[in-house]
C-alpha cells in the first residue's frame, strides 16, 4: 500500500510571507492545505497536491477544520490592520485575537487529539521579540523585554507554543524573522516593509525618506530565503522543537547605504535620475527599535537545519524593484 505523503497546514496562505513558502512548497511532493481568508493561487508547476481552503480562522470550528489530520502545521498569518504598516496600537484587541488568539485556539485544538505522534508546528516571529538591548549582534541569547504591542503580542504567542510543547501537546518551534523584503506575485498582501515602501517613493519620483542619519544597521532578509528556512526548519522540526531560533543573514546594512542602491536601481529601471536620498524627522508613533541598529547571528539556525540565505542584496533588490515596477505599470494602464 502506498503510503501517503505528509499533510501541511499553511496558515496565511496569501499573505507576503505565506505566499512565498506555498510557493516553496508546491515544488515538493507533499499534500498541502493552503488556508487563507481569500483563495491562494495554486502555483503554475506545482508538484504537490494542493488543497485551497477560504476561511476566517478567528470564527468558531475554522481553527480545528483547517488543521484536522495535518502533519505539520505552518503559522504565518500575519493581523492586517488599517494603516499601512504593521504596527498595532496598544491594547489592539484586533490584533490580539490574530495574533496571540490563533495559536491558543491552535493549542487548544491539538490538546483535543487523542492518537498518532504529536503535530509539528512552526510559528513565524520577529527578533523584535527581545525589544531594545544594548548588543548590535543578536544570536538568541537575549532576554526577551519587548517594547512595542506588535512585539509583545508575537511573544505572548510564542510562550503559548512553546508551553504547549513542553506539555507534551505539540512539537512547537518558533522562527524568529528580521526585516523581510521582496515581492510576492501570488500574494493579495503587499510587502509593507520599509525597502519595498522607499522602492514605491522613487518610483513614483519622490525622495527616500529615513528617519536618522542613515548609518542605523539592519539585518535585510529576502522573502524566498525566508521561506526556504521555513521549509528547512519543516524537515528537522524535531530538532528544533521546544525552542526559539533567529533567521537572517549575519550582515547588518547601513539602511542609507541600501536607499541609495534602491534610487539606482529604480533610475535604472525608468531610465531617470536617481531620486534623493534624505534625513526627515520622525514620526511621533516612531520607536525606539527605529533608531537600533541590528544584525543577526543565525549560526545556530544554520547549523541545525543547513539552511543559508543565498540571494545576494542587489539580485534581491533589483527583483523586488521590477516586481513593484511592473505592478505601477500595470496600475497606470
Not at 481552503?53 to 481553527?63: F, I, K, N, S, V
Not at 535604472?268 to 533608531?291: C, I, L, N, W
Request: hydrophobic share 40%; charged share 25%.
Amino acid at each position: 500500500m502506498a503510503v501517503k505523503p505528509p499533510l501541511i497546514t499553511l496558515l496565511g496562505a496569501t499573505g507576503f510571507l505565506g505566499s512565498a513558502v506555498l510557493r516553496e512548497l508546491a515544488r515538493r511532493p507533499v499534500r498541502i492545505r493552503a488556508v487563507s481568508r481569500r483563495p491562494a493561487a495554486v502555483p503554475a508547476g506545482a508538484r504537490a497536491e494542493v488543497e485551497v481552503r477560504t476561511a476566517d480562522l478567528t470564527e468558531p470550528g475554522e481553527m480545528a477544520a483547517a488543521v484536522d489530520g495535518a502533519d505539520i502545521i505552518m503559522h504565518t498569518v500575519l493581523y492586517s490592520a488599517a494603516t499601512s504598516t504593521w504596527r498595532i496600537e496598544d491594547g489592539d484587541t484586533a490584533a490580539e485575537r490574530v495574533n496571540v488568539g490563533l495559536i491558543r485556539d491552535l493549542v487548544d485544538v491539538l490538546a483535543d487529539k487523542k492518537d498518532g505522534p504529536r503535530t509539528k508546528v512552526l510559528f513565524t516571529g520577529t527578533v523584535g521579540q527581545a525589544g531594545p538591548c544594548d548588543k548590535d549582534v543578536l544570536d538568541g541569547t537575549e532576554s526577551d523585554r519587548p517594547a512595542g504591542e506588535y512585539d509583545r503580542q508575537k511573544l505572548a504567542a510564542e510562550r503559548l507554543l512553546l508551553a504547549a510543547n513542553d506539555r507534551g501537546v505539540l512539537l512547537g518551534t518558533s522562527l524568529r524573522l528580521p526585516t523581510l523584503f521582496g515581492y510576492g506575485p501570488d500574494s493579495v498582501a503587499r510587502d509593507r516593509g520599509v525597502v519595498s515602501a522607499m522602492a514605491r517613493r522613487a518610483l513614483a519620483g519622490e525622495p527616500i525618506t529615513m528617519w536618522h542619519d542613515g548609518t542605523v544597521r539592519r539585518d535585510l532578509l529576502y522573502v524566498e530565503d525566508v521561506a526556504r528556512g521555513i521549509v528547512a526548519a519543516a524537515d528537522h522540526a524535531e530538532a528544533l522543537a521546544g525552542r526559539h531560533w533567529l533567521l537572517g543573514t549575519g550582515v547588518g546594512r547601513p539602511l542609507g547605504g541600501v536607499f541609495e542602491e534602491v534610487a539606482a536601481l529604480v533610475a535604472e529601471r525608468t531610465g531617470k535620475s536617481p531620486v534623493p536620498v534624505v534625513s526627515v524627522e520622525p514620526p511621533s508613533h516612531a520607536e525606539a527599535g527605529d533608531f537600533s541598529s541590528m544584525t543577526i547571528d543565525a549560526s545556530a539556525f544554520r547549523g541545525a537545519t543547513g539552511w543559508s540565505p543565498g540571494t545576494p542584496l542587489t539580485e534581491a533588490l533589483r527583483s523586488t524593484v521590477d516586481f513593484l515596477a511592473d505592478e505601477t505599470e500595470r496600475a497606470q494602464s
